[in-house]
């Protein structure tokens, strides 16, 4: 049965820096497009950076570019977000995802249209937590 597990939330002060971790099981990542996705209290769910496994082509949202990086260690079945420089504004429950259709985080990726509800596997989310 495949699964996503996270880690690496928690609390920090504005400035601060955080790297999720998400820890994949029953599937091999490197055949599977990845993405981190985030969700604010009563807010929907929004694409932060999604990474596809066939080239490397990454996304990352507006809000994020410059200060967050995704990645994967295909060793470890684990990808990756490492969050620099936090705002108040990235405080949120973090999920991590995975697809294994060879075109819907491609197409997301391209056309800058980011939509979670098309995604298969998710993991069960982390808390981030940004202030003073």
């Known amino acids: 049965q495949l699964q996503l597990v996270e880690s690496g939330g928690g609390s920090v002060q504005p400035g601060g820096s955080l790297r999720l971790s998400c820890a994949g099981s029953?599937?091999?990542?490197?055949?599977?497009?990845i993405g981190w996705f985030r969700q604010a209290p009563g807010k929907e769910r929004e694409g932060v950076s999604l990474?596809?496994?066939?080239?490397?082509?990454?996304y990352y949202a507006d809000s994020v570019k410059g200060r967050f990086t995704i990645s994967r260690d295909n060793a470890k079945n684990t990808m990756y977000l490492e969050m620099n420089s936090l705002k108040p504004e990235d405080t949120a429950v973090y999920y991590c995802?995975?697809?294994?259709?060879?075109?819907?985080?491609?197409?997301?990726?391209?056309?800058?249209?980011?939509?979670?509800?098309?995604?298969?596997?998710w993991g069960q989310g982390t808390l981030v937590t940004v202030s003073s």
């Open positions: 029953g599937f091999t990542l490197d055949r599977y497009n």
């Open positions: 990474q596809a496994t066939s080239d490397g082509m990454t």
């Open positions: 995802a995975a697809d294994d259709h060879p075109s819907t985080i491609p197409i997301m990726i391209r056309s800058g249209i980011v939509d979670y509800r098309y995604l298969q596997h």
